[in-house]
């Protein structure tokens, strides 16, 4: 098992630019998440889906888009890039939704930089 | 809504003493409460929930519902403890598995 796979690790954009962040996992989880860290601060829920074809906005949704379309992959896009998008993103997912009871599994985090 | 304060963004301590991470929380029902961690180059994981009142690597972290807090403690810390955790907090019910984090807390332990 690979578990939380994000692509890429690192990226630099211009301001205006859009890019997709790549996240996929193997572990047939229904629940996925879209976190975002600034620095010094905790991490902020973007996005999530609890399954193929659901997705809803988190705490922070302004600017990014995402899709879920299998099972497996869930993607979030940035559109018309901004300064404001510069941080660690990460992609998490979780069998069932049931935090009390299930392990959430990270990625290793997606570093970006807007200039 | 609910917020998660992790007061201290350092804390160091040397090798044997004990350690504890401080967590406070603000949210009106049941929350569950987690540990995350983060070790150098590593993904972050999850160390210990409440509702399992577990020891893990020698962690405890009692939730003290009067004072809303989620305080993480070990008696002696090892270097390999040194990491950065983070305090999360889960609404339960239809907030599924989404957290709300706290800033987190760089833990040094000195040899």
């Known amino acids: 098992n690979a578990g939380v796979t994000q692509t890429p690790k690192f990226r630099i954009l211009k301001i205006g630019q859009s890019m997709t962040l790549q996240c996929t996992q193997d572990m047939n989880h229904n629940y996925m998440y879209w976190y975002r860290q600034d620095p010094g601060m905790g991490l902020k829920l973007i996005y999530y889906?609890?399954?193929?074809?659901?997705?809803d906005k988190g705490e922070v949704p302004n600017g990014y888009n995402v899709s879920r379309s299998t099972t497996e992959d869930f993607p979030l896009r940035l559109e018309l890039a901004a300064p404001s998008q510069t941080s660690v993103y990460f992609c998490?997912?979780?069998?069932?939704?049931?935090?009390?009871?299930?392990?959430?599994?990270f990625g290793e985090g997606s570093w970006l930089t807007v200039v | 809504a609910q917020r998660v304060t992790q007061p201290e963004k350092l804390l160091s301590v040397f090798k044997g003493a004990p350690v504890e991470l401080k967590c406070n929380y603000s949210y009106s029902g049941s929350p569950e409460l987690f540990w995350y961690v983060q070790y150098s180059r590593q993904r972050l994981q999850l160390l210990l929930r409440?509702?399992s009142r577990e020891s893990i690597k020698g962690f405890t972290a009692d939730l003290n519902k009067g004072e809303t807090s989620f305080h993480l403690k070990k008696p002696f810390a090892q270097e390999e403890d040194s990491a950065m955790y983070y305090c999360a907090l889960n609404a339960g019910g239809t907030s599924y598995g989404k957290l709300t984090f706290g800033q987190g807390t760089i833990l040094t332990v000195h040899p």
């Open positions: 409440h509702i």
């Open positions: 998490a997912s979780e069998l069932d939704g049931t935090a009390s009871g299930n392990t959430i599994y």
């Open positions: 889906s609890v399954g193929a074809g659901i997705t």
